[in-house]
């Protein structure tokens, strides 16, 4: 019942902008910690940022400048704002929930979104 929704990939030219969205349901959204990893053709995956519940954030030294990460709390929802997007950032991208240790809840994750940054 454990539910998360990626929406937002698609295929944008260099410097340009994406926005990712993820919809969670069927878990206490405002317990867990919300985050965006990413996966590129051959590469592993890995950790793009991270919000807290007290919505403190985090970001792959890769991404710093350009991406913000923000959640909403009443629409259960993570959202990736992208900028400045570059070929390296091709990838699809994961939204996960990890919930507070105190919890000891399970992990969940997205699907996945294609990102394609391409001229």
């Known amino acids: 019942q454990e539910h998360l929704v990626e929406s937002g990939g698609g295929l944008v030219q260099p410097g340009g902008s994406l926005r990712l969205s993820c919809a969670a349901s069927?878990?206490?959204?405002?317990?867990?910690?919300m985050a965006w990893y990413r996966q590129g053709p051959g590469k592993e995956r890995e950790l793009v940022a991270d919000i807290t519940n007290s919505e403190r954030t985090s970001y792959a030294d890769s991404v710093k400048g350009r991406f913000t990460i923000s959640r909403d709390n009443a629409k259960n929802t993570v959202t990736l704002q992208m900028n400045s997007l570059k070929p390296e950032d091709t990838a699809v991208y994961y939204c996960n929930a990890n919930p507070l240790p105190i919890a000891r809840g399970a992990e969940y994750w997205g699907q996945g979104t294609q990102v394609t940054v391409s001229s």
């Open positions: 069927g878990i206490i959204f405002r317990i867990y910690t």
